[in-house]
Nanobody, 123 residues
Framework: QVRLEEFGGGSVQAGGSLRISCAVS????????MGWFRQAQGKEREGVAA???????TYADAVKGRFTIFQENDKNTLYLQMNTLKPEDTGMYYC?????????????????WGQGTQVTVSS
């Protein structure tokens, strides 16, 4: 069975950096299109970044230029490099996998989800 497990969340000061990862098991990561979502306290879940065909990337406007999504197929792992972090970036970050890639970063397009890892950015 396909499983996604996030690692690397924690607390960081504003302006700092953090890298979170998502380990894929039960299948190979190359079989899916991968993405990151986040949910702040009292807010709806929102798309952060996604990988598509031929390693194309899609980012939410709020993180564009600061976050980078990438994966290492030999490690079966997805990453989100977060730089110049802001308090507004605080939330639970979820890894997700889609069997088919659609435009944008819509949660409805993704088939598998991790449990999430907490990222807290202090001012």
């Amino acid at each position: 069975q396909v499983r996604l497990e996030e690692f690397g969340g924690g607390s960081v000061q504003a302006g700092g950096s953090l890298r979170i990862s998502c380990a894929v098991s039960g299948s190979t990561i190359s079989r899916f299109y991968m993405g990151w979502f986040r949910q702040a306290q009292g807010k709806e879940r929102e798309g952060v970044a996604a990988l598509g065909f031929r390693e194309t990337t899609t980012y939410a406007d709020a993180v564009k230029g600061r976050f980078t999504i990438f994966q290492e197929n030999d490690k079966n792992t997805l990453y989100l490099q977060m730089n110049t972090l802001k308090p507004e970036d605080t939330g639970m970050y979820y890894c997700a996998a889609a069997r088919r890639r659609y435009s944008g970063i819509d949660a409805a397009d993704f088939d598998y989800w991790g449990q999430g890892t907490q990222v807290t950015v202090s001012s």
